[in-house]
């Protein structure tokens, strides 16, 4: 089993749609979860993190974190034509020397005018 | 907002060449972390770097990786025989601060013929 699964793509939706995002984990010793923007050849940019299980938000953004059920979700609001990039959930374990980031695959959405 | 810089952009070169990836960091920072991503795979961990030790190195950080640090603000990656499969986005990364987030570099692209 992958230690991070991430829904497959790619995902097409009309301007002002809700999106969800959904990641699945296998290793219940994950602790913080992230949420990367990733632009055609550009570095992962971080959109949201979380430590606990639970809702929050950051304008459009909501990530959702449900440790029980070693999943996470990114919602997004009123989609706007500029949240067309790639998602990347990741996940670390502690925040010592070795806090490796371990990414899902990554989802293609394409918001359309 | 502080940022990672990684030079060059791109890079081309030929089968068994030693390539160096450069990168300067956010300042200030002890952790330190090379990632690579092959076209439509995830980011994949390579080497942490943790005060001046290479910390933690996943399986593709083979013999043929090496991370320096050969002054006080820039770190580099060298390939020393570069094959095919190497052909990737290359990313260097700093902790982002107390949002326990990566800041990414806009990456390396090599490119291998």
């Known amino acids: 089993q992958k230690e991070v699964e991430q829904d497959p793509g790619p995902l097409s939706v009309p301007e002002g749609a809700i999106v969800s995002l959904n990641c699945t984990y296998s290793?219940?010793?994950?602790?913080?979860f992230m949420w990367y923007r990733q632009y055609s050849r550009k570095g992962p940019e971080l959109l949201m993190y979380?430590?606990?299980?639970g809702n929050k938000e950051d304008g459009r953004f909501t990530a959702q974190v449900d440790k029980s059920s070693k999943y996470i979700s990114l919602f997004i609001r009123d989609s706007q034509p500029s949240d067309s990039a790639t998602y990347l959930c990741?996940?670390?374990?502690?925040?010592?020397?070795?806090?490796?980031?371990?990414f899902g695959k990554g989802i293609t959405l394409s918001v359309r005018p | 907002e502080p940022e990672v810089t990684q030079t060059p952009s791109h890079q081309v070169t030929q089968m068994g060449q030693e390539v160096i990836l450069r990168c300067v960091p956010i300042?200030?920072?002890?952790?330190f972390y090379w990632y690579r991503q092959i076209l439509g795979q995830k980011v994949e961990f390579l080497v942490s770097?943790?005060?001046?030790?290479?910390?933690?190195k996943s399986e593709i950080f083979d013999d043929q990786f090496s991370v320096e640090r050969p002054d006080g603000s820039n770190f580099t990656l060298k390939i020393r025989s570069t094959k095919l499969e190497d052909s990737a986005m290359y990313f260097c990364?700093?902790?982002?601060?107390?949002?326990?987030?990566?800041?990414f570099g806009s990456g390396t692209r090599l490119t291998v013929v």
């Open positions: 990741a996940m670390i374990l502690n925040t010592g020397a070795n806090s490796k980031l371990t």
């Open positions: 290793n219940s010793a994950f602790q913080y």
């Open positions: 979380t430590y606990s299980s």
């Open positions: 300042s200030n920072h002890l952790y």
């Open positions: 770097f943790y005060n001046n030790e290479i910390s933690e």
């Open positions: 990364a700093n902790p982002a601060g107390p949002s326990y987030g990566y800041t």
